[in-house]
């Protein structure tokens, strides 16, 4: 993949700071930056604006609104944490606000999808007005309990399509998707829809369901063949490389940083 | 669920040899048990059948053929490997020999998917010779590293209708297909196609992607629900529990065959 679209997200090195982050993507030549709101809400909101802008950063997204579906916490009390998310957002020039759209708590999981819904419908409006694009990111159904009951693209897709808003699209992750068989199907579906594109890699044994992502070209992903379908659905944004993994957080950020780097232009 | 429908996959009880789960099923008046090859090779087959005749249980499945998508072993050898599975599954007189369709080991996902699809129209002759039913059971995508690159009912179900073949249908396991949201529909469109059907629980925070299930009511998967769309099929055999779980097989086996049945009496 062309080194320009390479954006870090920077949950891949998670023991940076909002800051060194940034100044990690100006050492390395890396232009553009996703970021996490812990690590907005740690710098400060204004000193992150200030730092991605003198950085020259593009913000191609904010990580994360979304979690809908808690029966336990109101609908007015999620709208209002994911407006602030938009106003982050808003602030920041970031492309795109991740929904990551919430776990399943009970086995309802028919009315779970119904709360992801509604809370879409009640946040749409505030986005558009905000100027803010949402992603709806389908993650692996393996997260299904901790995360996101929504949890394929084609069921992404439906979400978007319903609403059928300019402000409202998905974002594919390869790592999220990458086994559906439906895929390729669901891709040209998806044309004009995708707000946002991630890559890591899957490993062949993965031990934990949540922090055992491989750096590109260490798994199963035919990533370029991704990419390609991706590109085909005319998304032309920044790439995010966002690997969840506790071993690679353990290593030097900085040779992190380096092989982020080589991989994306060799294996994405 | 009615009792008489109870089979106990005696996975669920790892450390029990095939006579000791034979025994535990007479014990704990359970009507069904589905073998794992292992076992059955451990016992002799000529005595594994003994035992389950002279016991009188119906052997609902045998675990498993397939395994059908490594390149290092010639589809000759995987041929003859299914084809004693085959044979075992007929001299047990057993509903269903399980196909688990083997893992991805590259990044040639369709690769391995046209090796599965091939592996079958090899085997399935020698299946309807022996009077033995295959079933395409699809697994949990995450389990496509280690286990089959088969991971959704849509998917099992395309292959399934490309051969049409009575001797050849899909095993719905809850644990694998729980999160679908395509899985009601697919299910509609299987009617007839079911030959076997797995309960287990999914948990809330799993720790574990091969030995973390929980038994059946301890998880989030509305089993009822998902029994009656099974139902709906027209499947009527004997439905199996299979748990794997690291933590259940420390228990003593006795105690947990006596929660699988009131389990199976109350949360099925």
Redesign the interface.
Known sequence: MDAGRLSLNQITVNSLSLEEAVEGCVRHGIGGIALWRDKIAAAGLDRAVRLVRDAGLRVTSVCRGGMFTDPATSPADVLADNRRAVEEAAALGADTLVLVCG???????AGA?RRVRDGIEALLPHAAAAGVHLGVEPL???M???RSVV??L??AL?LVEEFDDDHLGVVVDAYHV?????LAAQLERAHGRVLGYHVSD??????D?LLDRALMGDG???LPQLSARVAGTGFTGGVEVEVLSSALWREDPDDVLTRVKQRFADAV
Chains 1, 2 share one sequence.
């Open positions: 776990p399943l708590l009970d086995t309802d999981l999808r692996h159904p393996m299904i309990g901790v949890v394929s084609r069921q439906d990458w086994w559906d068989p439906d899957w490993k062949p044994a993965t031990t369901l199963l992903i035919d």
